[in-house]
């Protein structure tokens, strides 16, 4: 029988959508979380239509465009000479083509969004200090028929389910930091999200409206280290992250000594592996398939999970809906996977390659590459 009560363990991005799904087909939830309080971790997160065509179905959309950023494009730029090499319309564009909009947010303003619904919804209970040991969830008031794994990269979860992914280090550490508005140089676009691109490293700056400043996120190659969020990097680390950008324009080599607040976050992904157990048991979001950010889906995949994994289970045999979810689900991350490696490949290329590359782009007119993201922008998840 389709499922009646689901126990989900994580209280991010993808168990809180999950819940939210579940109680909209009318499946009961209990959400389990190890921290003792929701804190306001991360920073800046993208949210393309895909996922917000999702976050609008459940009722909150509304919530977020009161306080996110509609940016106007989303332009690439030569991180050695400052000068825009493309660019892909957005905004009132993106409404149009793909029909919801893309906008950018503090992680935080989702979160708690997405919190304060759950706890409005009868259908869902939180238990936050939760003691979470693999399927034994000691504070669960009635049987759950559903277990979902939406614990993150180091998943517990996941060692019910044999031949499930792993987690591995990427050899990619991103370097997350603000800065305020007011201080920024004039080069940062304020309406924009810029992706300023750069042997062996790019540097993506977008404005944050809650925060009047701007994320700013520089992905390179590095060593692997602590899996917190908040993690300070060393003076060598410091020193690394330079020497990756002494080649760049000295303008945007100069926005790390406009800081002092950089956070050092090692880059993990997951391998390839079941995302189910047959039975009861299934993984969403990065505890089945956690990847680079190289095309900016994390979240939006974790949001799309959660929304069909609701679908499939509320209409059909628990076993047989999770079979189906992983076999519908896998295709499509598989192709995102691709596009962020060849992102990543394009992003950092160096010599020749770097020349060809900015000449492709600038061959492309802003139409044909916003017809590059049909497929992922366009996708209506549950349809």
Known sequence: ????????????VAGLTAALAMARCGISSEIFEQAPELT???AGLQISPNASRILAELGILARLTDAWLEPDSIRLMSGTTLRQLATVPAGGFARARWGTPYGVLHRSTLQRTLFDAV????????????????RTLS?????????????GVWSQVREDIEGSPSPRFSGNIAYRFTIAAANAPAFLERTSVSAFLGPSAHLVCYPLRETSSFNMVAITAGNAASHDWTTQPTEAQRQQLLSRFSRWHPAVAGLFSKTGDITFWPLYETTNGRWQNGRD???IGDAAHA???FAAQGAAMAIEDAY?????VATRPVAEALRLYEAHRTPRIARLRQRGAFNQFAYHARGPIRVGRDIVLALRPPQSLAADLDWIYGYRAGA
């Not at 029988?1 to 991010?12: D, K, N, T």
């Not at 009868?122 to 939760?130: I, Q, S, V």
């Not at 504070?139 to 614990?151: K, M, S, V």
Request: one cysteine or more; hydrophobic letters at 50%.
């Open 1 to 12: 029988m389709p499922a009646e009560h689901a126990a989900i363990v994580g209280a991010g």
């Open 40 to 42: 306001e971790v991360g």
């Open 119 to 134: 706890a409005k919804e009868p259908l869902c209970k939180l238990h936050l200090g939760a003691r979470i040991k693999s």
């Open 139 to 151: 504070e669960l008031t009635r049987p759950a028929d559903l277990l979902i794994g939406a614990d």
């Open 281 to 283: 048991c299934v993984l």
């Open 291 to 293: 990847m680079m950010p």
């Open 308 to 312: 069909e994994l609701a679908m499939f």
